[in-house]
């Protein structure tokens, strides 16, 4: 799942119970029906309550808890349904909600290190509470952990090594590639792209990149603007019909690339359950999307969405009379030399299969079927380590953008904002993991992407890149 954001707050008599340090880890992990003595201070309290919400599965506890868990102040940053859709998401993924580790800073803040069960990618839960009672929640995050948190190497051979161990042990499949000032000093390829066949990953095996296509997607909207056919900061009313006057008129092509517009995911809308599979093009989404009611005033807060780039794919298309697929392949593809990128069908050739752990370790769930029949403006697309590489070198030698525009991309759509030495994003979902990380100071560029669960190229790329850093 994406990473995400949440809240809890005490709930009263709730089943899931939080240890102190000084309490042995094996002894944590702990079953959604049994009770147990909830710890003295405010932050035990807040998280067996929370972790008691994640356990179940029932969505009306969920919203009770949304409805009753949270601060005022932060009430008016975060709504309510946003919390209730994390809270689903977590348990998703969590179950029942394993914790691993404790960290107790005081007693109205704590970090817990929490995975499901049965598997899958661990993490980190920090939690903070007002002071006062009864303590409700003024802070929160959640970000990936896991067993391969705090990893270093010494050397790319370092890596190497590593690497060829997870792969014995099935659990690392996919590309890594280091580059400096555009030149490939490490490329190796590890796993298999398709057990049951007998097809190993290779440095040609296209992956699927997650919300690595939100880049692509930006590219082509900031191309649109700088051919004079597109203003970022006119409402998209002007350029789409059917949505809403109260989104219409108010959210800007601006705000859905910088992920402000108010909306936030689909994955749980009717449509999108029913038709998964049998959406194709971009009005297949825009048809349930414009139903979709805004989160909050648009440019007020920051909500990760693919509701929003779905509708800049939307826009691309009806700005530039083309296909969105058309016009990304013309104007980022092509001038970049990618040849094995795009938002192939999922029977192209040469295509690595994502395989998620949820169940158990390696290769024994394979989701051939389970991310759609195309990629979309929001994610899902494919492409390999090396025209990824090639896509950042055109971008930093002005052959997709002017360099006005190509510092607007770096600078995330701010012309305020001056862009920062470094630039790092990834893409994620079960089966796949990408991570593309850039340090234009010293050059260095770090490629990973993984056909397993995140969180495992978003470990194993930052760990690489600080190798690079300390030896520079």
Known sequence: MPYLFVLLVTLGSLSFTVYTDDQSLAALRDDCDRMRQLPPDAIGAQANAFFATVCSPDPETHRAFAATAISSDLKTRVSEDQIVRMLRMLHNDLGDAEIMDVELR????????????????????????????????????????????????????????????????????????????????????????????????????????????????????????????????????????GFPDEVADRVTTRHLLQHRSGWGHYWDHPVYLAQRTELREINDYLAFLRDIPLDFEPGTQWQYS????????????????????????????????????????????????????????????????????????????????????????????????????????LADYDPERQPDAAFGRAGGAPGLNSTWESDFESGYTVLVLANFDPPIAEEIGPAIMGTLAEDN
């Open 306 to 409: 693919n509701v929003g780039y779905e509708v800049l794919g939307g826009i691309v298309e009806s700005v530039s009379g083309e296909s969105y697929y058309d016009f990304v392949r013309e104007h980022v593809y092509t001038p970049a030399g990618m040849e094995n990128t795009d938002s192939y069908w999922r029977d192209a050739p040469n295509l690595a299969v994502p395989y998620t752990q949820r169940s158990e370790p390696g290769y024994a769930e394979p989701l051939p079927d389970g991310l759609g029949p195309r990629g979309t403006p929001a994610g899902g697309g494919y492409a390999t380590a090396e025209d990824l590489l090639r896509f950042e070198r055109a971008l930093l030698d002005h052959r997709l953008l002017s360099p006005a525009m190509t510092r607007l991309f």
């Open 106 to 241: 005081s007693p109205y803040e704590g970090s817990f290190v929490v995975r499901n069960p049965a598997g899958g990618p661990a993490f980190q839960v920090t939690l903070m509470v007002d002071e006062a009672p009864p303590h409700p929640i003024r802070g929160f995050q959640v970000e990936a952990a896991g067993e391969n948190e705090g990893i270093q190497f010494s050397s790319l051979d370092e890596v190497n090594a590593y690497l060829e161990q997870a792969e014995t042990d099935e659990a690392f499949s996919g590309v890594v590639l280091v580059a400096r000032h555009g030149e490939v000093i490490f490329s190796e390829a590890y796993g298999w792209a398709n057990k049951a066949e007998g097809q190993r990953n290779t440095l040609d095996t296209r992956f699927n990149i997650g919300s690595l296509n939100k880049l692509i997607t930006g590219v082509a909207t900031l191309k649109l603007a700088e051919m004079g056919k597109l203003d970022l900061d006119a409402p998209i009313g002007t350029y789409l019909d």
